[in-house]
Nanobody, 120 residues
């Protein structure tokens, strides 16, 4: 089993920065792909949209809307993934969820989410 715990959300003015962290814990010691998804205001959890993902080999993929502003990284030894968010806009507002899978099963694990609010 894997548990994911996000931190680092909050309220920030447009143009500001935030850094999200997501730490994995549990009996599985290595993660394969890790990523961040956003649930925009007024949307259901099932409508979460990809923000960024990163493989265990540190290959990253970004949504077009965040390219050049957000950077995803990970520390495999700590089983932690980060999302550095710069030049934030009100459109970045939402609940940010971390997810991860493992080399051992098709199960995708999700965290509880952390709120990011960007004021104009």
């Amino acid at each position: 089993q894997v548990q994911l715990l996000e931190s680092g959300g909050g309220l920030v003015q447009a143009g500001g920065s935030l850094r999200l962290s997501c730490a994995a814990s549990g009996t599985i010691l290595s993660m394969k792909n890790m990523g961040w998804y956003r649930q925009a205001p007024g949307k259901q959890r099932e409508e979460r949209e990809l923000v960024a993902t990163i493989t265990s080999g540190h290959s990253a993929n970004y949504a077009d809307s965040v390219k050049g502003r957000f950077t995803i990284s990970r520390d495999n030894a700590k089983r932690t993934v980060y999302l550095q968010m710069n030049r934030l806009t009100p459109e970045d507002t939402g609940i940010y969820y971390c997810n991860a899978d493992t080399p051992f099963s098709p199960t995708v694990y999700w965290g509880q989410g952390t709120q990011v609010t960007v004021s104009s």
